[in-house]
């Protein structure tokens, strides 16, 4: 079966190593994975990491070593802090809101292995070398995090992405980069007034209602538009189908990639995950999966093509 999908580490092979550390990473790299994902957010003396959040609460220690740095809503947030002092913080597996429990029963527990935050470089320039080792060309996948937030505290944060980016060499839209981001406002800006060439990814939040006229705005700055998978598949006469999106996301000639496919989430189960992604696949015929267990996604992939698929 030819099926051309890649599958996008999410946050590295976080179903198994803390996210967004060096070693998920290089994790997900070794189970396959076609990208790598990388969340970046600014510090205050304007570096670029690799984390998800804008805050630090969640991921690491920074309560226990800096309790006093938050800021009234109890959050202490990425940018108050300089690159020297998030280099003191420890990563751990992310927890609940406001609590020490885990977010997911089952993932990575053991708080005394030390994960330390990546930045930016840091990440590009594995990644660059690791695929010069291995004859592989592992792709990047940068997403602007909250660039409402930066403007707002005084961070182009856009634009320094684009910047480092350039930096390595990585410019024309037919490399293996994607950037993606929430913000339609932000990513227009990319394209018309920052000028990029990359390929854009418009992500849409599961609530979003896309209709034929929001998709022919996206289709005017963007490549990819990546809903959440529950929009994409449907049922007709008891089978999964593609869902009329699909489609409509075909006849704007936009790419299709789709999030957060996990095989430790209830609403999948078990064995579930496998099925889903079969579903994923062969029914909705997308470009790009992100997956928090990269080894799965290409496991099942390969055994749909019919083949072994050794990384």
Known sequence: MDIDTAVIAHRGASGYLPEHTREAKMLAYGQGADFLEQDVVATRDGQLVVLHDIHLDEVTNV????????????HHYVIDFDLAELRTLEIVERRQPGSSRRARDGRFADDA?????????EEI???RELNRTTGRDVGLYPEIKRPDWH???GFDLAGALLAALDTYGYAAPDQRVFVQCFDSAELRRCREELGTRLRLVQLTENADVLTTETLGRIAQYAD???PHYSQLVTRLHGHPAAAPLVEQIRARGLGLHTYTLRRDDPAVGGSGFERLLEVLYTVAGLDGIF???PDVAVRVRARLRGGDEAP
Do not use: S
């Open 63 to 74: 309560a226990e070593r800096f309790g006093d740095r938050r800021r009234p809503d109890g």
């Open 291 to 293: 997956c928090d267990h």
């Open 151 to 153: 403007h707002r505290h």
């Open 113 to 121: 292995v030390a994960f330390r935050i990546v930045t930016l470089d």
């Open 125 to 127: 320039r594995l990644i």
């Open 224 to 226: 990819v538009v990546a």
